[in-house]
């Protein structure tokens, strides 16, 4: 399809900003939504007043208050932020975009929508909600469908546990396993479903450039991992050791039991579908993401 002009939910984020970046260097013009406006942004106040831009070929939505923000305490009140950062921003696009000449809408969702039972699931699996998080992945897609007759083709893409060296999981745990004191969370047993960002983000682009490719993809990397092999895999491109373990006990009493299940339980999931429409992945394996980490840290690489 023809990309002109991408209005972003969540835009300022690490996701939404690497996924504006991949644009402009396709001289594609962006939109930010956020809370505050500015050059190129515009406020969600200003969404629900005036509607999308009028030349918008696609939005993408892939706001969220951050689940793993340590310095929020796990509260009825931020898990409500959680919800209504997701479920709502998707329930005012859903309304823009029905009033607009929108071609394509993609949203961001969660593999929680997958029970961590070890069984293995792909996009072709429904799932019944099971606790918090996974009620939440729901209602995030529900809110993200379109009315009866509307032309958008739409597209949720399920994404696991973000790497990339400015941002998501190897941002907040780069410092300890740099001073040698990293190592598994919990047992490290349990399958950690991740993402090179780089990958995520070609996936969004992948979706907008194909007009056959709509529906659920998961925005996982083809190679089933547990969190101690990317420990090892991790700490090998660091050249550190890691041999310090985060009880899982800590975890609970320091993050909420609720929150914790995000680090201490994990799903396996592949992504049959993105496989299926013909995607190439960057970084199919784990070791290949931690020693590109480990070349750029020191980079001005955006990834």
Not at 293 to 300: A, E, M, P, Q
Request: charged share 20%; with cysteine.
């Amino acid at each position: 399809m023809s990309l002109k002009h991408v209005v972003i939910g969540g835009g300022t984020g690490y996701v939404g900003s690497c996924i504006a970046t991949a644009l402009h260097s396709l001289n594609v013009r962006t939109t930010i939504i956020s809370r505050m406006p500015g050059p190129n942004r515009i406020s969600w106040q200003h969404l629900e007043t005036n509607g999308l831009p009028n030349d918008t070929t696609a939005v993408i939505n892939v706001a969220g208050q951050n689940i793993l923000d340590f310095t929020q305490r796990w509260t009825p009140g931020f898990k409500q932020n959680v919800y209504n950062s997701r479920v709502k921003t998707n329930d005012q696009l859903v309304k823009a975009i029905t009033n607009s000449d929108v071609k394509t809408f993609i949203t961001i969702s969660g593999v929680a929508y997958y029970p961590p039972d070890g069984k293995e699931y792909s996009e072709y699996d429904k799932c019944e909600k099971y606790d918090f998080l996974s009620e939440l992945t729901h209602d995030w897609e529900k809110a993200s469908e379109l009315p009866d007759g509307c032309s958008t083709r739409r597209a949720i893409v399920r994404s696991g546990v973000v790497l990339g060296r400015t941002g998501g999981m190897i941002k907040q745990t780069f410092l300890p396993f740099f001073l040698g004191v990293g190592g598994p969370l919990g047992s490290g047993d349990q399958y950690m479903p991740w993402i090179h960002i780089k990958d995520l983000v070609n996936i969004f682009i992948h979706i907008l450039k194909n007009d056959n490719v709509s529906g659920v993809y998961n925005g996982v990397a083809p190679e089933l991992v547990t969190n101690a092999k990317f420990t090892k895999a991790f700490a090998s491109a660091l050249t550190r050791p890691a041999f310090f373990p985060v009880p899982g006990f800590l975890l609970k009493m320091l993050l909420n039991e609720e929150r914790a299940k995000v680090m201490l339980e994990g799903q396996k999931v592949l992504p049959k579908r993105v496989l299926e429409s013909g995607f190439k992945y960057e970084y199919p394996t784990i070791e290949e993401a931690c020693k590109q980490f480990g070349v750029l840290f020191y980079s001005s690489e955006p990834y």
